[in-house]
């Protein structure tokens, strides 16, 4: 009575949904009614939809993200006007995913000369696309020989220059230029751009211009962004924002003559202005010697 039967039928097996039937239908939790879909949908990974350490607004951020076309604006302002939550919050959500990968900002600059900043969206963190260029068909960087001399810097543009140069003018346009560090450290000149700026400023000195105004004028609404050469932005509104010259002073009116007082001659009784008493004009012509008598 021992012995095994291996052509036994098998226990029947429990009917409990999950236990033995893992895609029937669970009696908690979500129920998913998927559609298999052909058009218009965005494949994104699990390790961004439940990720454990995003908060759930950077999860939808991040998955909004994704979706878009290159190209499209996802700056704060334009997505606090798309979404209702405020710049901050965006803001925040967008540092959340910049810190764990999902997101890549760098500032560069435009053929234009402004500076923009550019997004990268990455759906695996760390992993970086290939160059779209192949690296054979990249110029090879250029070496200098060891004789060869260092390149030159670009000469600065031209500064006006004024009409008359003073040893004490040019002596307080170098000191204007000086001091420009203390209101900004990034304008720290060298001696040699210093010394090229200064007829500039001198300029703008015999203009009727104090060194407050001159040093007002250099330092007002610079960029943000770090300065590459900023005697260059010096010299270019040194010219670009000239004052024009002042006004002509008005010649100064002449003095007019005193008005003497009225007197009577002693001649003839007219009365005549004279400083002095005695007599008028015509007594005197008549007194003369080559004069009738009266």
């Known amino acids: 009575m021992d012995t095994e039967n291996p052509s036994a039928p098998s226990p029947a097996q429990s009917r409990i949904p999950g236990k033995n039937h893992p895609h029937a239908?669970?009696?908690?939790g979500v129920v998913h009614d998927n559609v298999r879909l052909t058009e218009n949908f965005t494949v994104i990974g699990n390790d961004l939809t439940q990720h454990k350490e995003l908060s759930l607004l950077a999860i939808g951020l991040g998955c909004y993200i994704?979706?878009?076309?290159?190209?499209t604006a996802i700056d704060i302002k334009t997505l606090a006007a798309r979404f209702p939550e405020g710049p901050t919050?965006?803001?925040?959500?967008?540092?959340?995913?910049?810190?764990?990968?999902?997101?890549?900002r760098t500032r560069l600059r435009a053929p234009t000369g402004r500076?923009?900043?550019?997004?990268?969206?990455?759906?695996?963190?760390?992993h970086r696309a290939a160059p779209s260029e192949p690296s054979a068909k990249r110029p090879a960087r250029r070496t200098a020989a060891p004789d060869e001399p260092?390149?030159?810097?670009?000469?600065?543009p031209a500064v006006p220059q004024p009409s008359y140069t003073s040893p004490a003018?040019?002596?307080?346009?170098?000191?204007?230029?000086?001091?420009?560090?203390?209101?900004?450290?990034?304008?720290?000149?060298s001696a040699t751009d210093a010394e090229h700026l200064a007829p500039g400023v001198a300029a703008w000195l015999e203009r009727d211009l104090t060194p407050t105004a001159v040093r007002h004028?250099?330092?007002a609404n610079l960029p943000d962004e770090p300065l590459i050469r900023p005697a260059s932005l010096l010299a270019h509104r040194l010219s670009a924002q000239l004052p024009p010259p002042p006004p002509l002073r008005p010649p100064a009116s002449p003095v007019p003559e005193p008005r003497h007082p009225l007197r009577t001659c002693e001649g003839c009784d007219r009365a005549f202005r004279t400083p002095a008493p005695g007599r008028c004009r015509d007594c005197?012509?008549?007194?003369?010697?080559?004069?009738?008598?009266?």
């Open 89 to 104: 919050r965006i803001a925040a959500a967008l540092r959340e995913l910049e810190t764990h990968g999902y997101l890549r």
């Open 25 to 28: 239908r669970p009696n908690s």
């Open 217 to 219: 004028a250099l330092t």
């Open 169 to 189: 003018l040019l002596q307080t346009a170098v000191d204007v230029l000086a001091g420009l560090r203390r209101h900004d450290p990034r304008l720290l000149l």
């Open 115 to 126: 500076i923009v900043t550019r997004t990268v969206s990455c759906n695996r963190p760390g």
């Open 150 to 156: 260092p390149p030159r810097k670009k000469r600065l």
């Open 66 to 71: 994704q979706s878009v076309r290159p190209g």
């Open 284 to 294: 005197r012509a008549d007194r003369s010697p080559g004069g009738r008598l009266a």
